[in-house]
């Protein structure tokens, strides 16, 4: 049974923008799904979608066999414990330390008060900075957030996401800011999170080249329609060009339609 | 093209200017102002205030006394400040765009924060001497009121600039709104909330001194009765002395400032 199921979702936006429409795929568990297509194709309110950032119009998302949008407040906080998020801005609180930044992540196992104290126990701390670890951010434990280059930032978004011990994490352009470089070392540890640990990867991209490299499917999306869902080698120049390049014919679309 | 762009920009300064100019001929006009006379007599103040209002041999007899009143006036600026500054975080939570609950406490609390931002502290004063009469109660409530107007809009709009960004991160890692706030908007808010309550201390100590005079207490009450008995050098006195704490204080909470940014 697949993982994450989305049927049929729209989002329309103030009752007429159409963000979204009729989006349905599947994602097996220890998938690695990119989502490729042009700005404001849709791809960051999909993935909002899929932990309910945003709310779906219509439509049946269901996650480990939960119905994603019947959940109530409290079911779907624990829901989200189990899909982490990575932001293309990183989204860290910059005046706080790394390994602050990382125990955030805990945040949606806690009480109210524990929480709000920010009391973590000895056995989340330890797996925190094992993470930090494994990331390569030993020497910026302790350091604040404003210090640290962007690479080093994303991979503290992405230790954030890995203490939930999350099934799934969702990716928004993770890469869009960085340099190749860099860009290069945040997907091989995507890449290695994947693959080593298991967990379901659905990464929005805007670059078909690292798209087609790394992941096990791609997602191709054009005005918030899926126009292709297969296997990186399936996706033709021509296929490309249609979800790119096809903002000159649009208008004669438009009118055709 | 591009000329005429610029026509009409300098047409519109023109304008402002001769709008300007105007209005402060219009009220000079309506209150009879004498420009001539105002400027002579800020000359003729001058020259007073250099040959009679000056602290003298005698006057520096009395600066003990003078500096109890100073410490006063500024326990109770600190004081008032603080006890606002606890009760208007919880307004600026409950008003501000990233923490708030519900759309009506927002304007709840921004109402509040509006309504004694707004009411002038001399009005809160003659108000609050007509139930507490002359006291350091008086003075106490007249800062109090005035600093909780402040410090809720402050902090309001320094929860506001935290922005959404980092409370979507904890909101998706399932962390629920008093986490939010408590890990994430009060730590990053908290160097600009130091700095707003730092300047609100300097400017109460400030209007301590005016609202003393109006209710009888501290540092202002004792300009008053000087002044009025005529003891211009002990009045000299008391404003130095103000203007330096002012200025010491002034300079302490900036170089805090420097430690915590």
């Not at chain 2, 208007?88 to 609950?101: D, I, M, N």
């Not at chain 2, 406490?105 to 009411?119: D, E, H, K, Q, Y």
């Amino acid at each position: 049974m697949a993982l994450l199921e989305l049927k049929n979702v729209t989002k329309c936006y103030n009752g007429a923008t159409r963000a979204l429409t009729d989006v349905s795929f599947a994602v097996d568990e220890g998938e690695f799904v990119s989502i490729i297509g042009s700005s404001g194709s849709g791809k960051t309110t999909l993935l909002r979608c899929i932990n309910r950032m945003i709310e779906p119009t219509e439509g049946e998302i269901s996650f480990a066999g939960l119905s994603v949008s019947r959940l109530s407040k409290r079911e779907l906080r624990r829901l989200r414990t189990k899909i982490g998020m990575i932001f293309q801005q990183h989204n860290l609180v910059e005046r706080l330390s790394v390994i602050e930044n990382v125990l955030h992540g805990r945040l949606g196992y806690k009480s109210t008060i524990s929480g709000m104290l920010g009391h973590y126990t000895h056995e989340e701390k330890q797996r925190a900075f094992e993470i930090i670890g494994i990331l390569g951010l030993d020497e910026q434990v302790y350091k604040r957030c404003d210090q640290l280059s962007g690479g080093q930032k994303q991979r503290v978004g992405i230790a954030r996401a890995l203490v939930q011990n999350p099934r799934m994490i969702l990716c928004d352009e993770p890469i869009a800011s960085l340099d190749p470089g860099t860009a290069k070392i945040i997907m091989d540890y995507l890449s290695d999170i994947c693959r080593e640990w298991g967990i379901t990867l659905v990464i929005s991209l805007h670059q078909v080249d690292v798209a087609l490299r790394y992941s096990h499917r791609v997602i191709g999306f054009q005005r918030g329609s899926i126009l292709y869902n297969g296997s990186p080698s399936g996706l033709t120049h021509e296929r490309i060009a249609e979800i790119y390049g096809s903002e000159s014919v649009e208008p004669a679309a438009r009118q055709a339609g | 093209m591009q000329a005429d762009v610029f026509t009409k920009r300098r047409k519109s300064a023109l304008l402002l200017f001769g709008l300007l100019a105007a209005l402060t001929l219009g009220s000079a006009v309506l209150t009879r102002y004498d420009v001539a006379r105002g400027l002579t007599s800020f000359f003729r103040a001058f020259i007073w205030g250099v040959t009679s209002f000056y602290p003298d041999g005698k006057s520096m007899r009395r600066l003990p006394e003078i500096l109890t009143k100073l410490w006063d006036t500024m326990l109770i600026s600190v004081a008032s400040t603080m006890v606002a500054a606890i009760l208007s975080l919880f307004l600026a939570l409950a008003g501000s765009r990233t923490t708030r609950v519900h759309a009506f406490f927002t304007v709840l609390a921004r109402g509040i924060g509006s309504f004694f931002r707004n009411m002038p502290l001399v009005a809160w004063a003659m108000v609050l001497m007509l139930a507490f009469s002359q006291s350091s109660l008086t003075g106490f409530l007249a800062l109090f009121f005035g600093s909780l107007g402040f410090l809720t809009r402050a902090f309001m709009e320094t929860f506001d600039e935290v922005g959404e960004e980092v409370v979507d991160a904890l909101k998706a890692t399932g962390a629920a709104r008093p986490h939010i706030t408590s890990q994430a908007v009060l730590p990053s808010s908290m160097p600009q909330m130091v700095s707003w309550l730092l300047f609100m201390i300097e400017t109460n100590i400030r209007d301590a001194t005016l609202v003393g005079l109006l209710t009888g207490t501290g540092i202002g009450f004792l300009f008053d009765v000087y002044y009025k008995s005529f003891n211009y050098h002990a009045a000299s006195l008391v404003v130095i002395v103000t203007v330096i704490a002012v200025i010491a204080m002034e300079g302490i909470s900036n170089s805090v400032r420097r430690v915590i940014l």
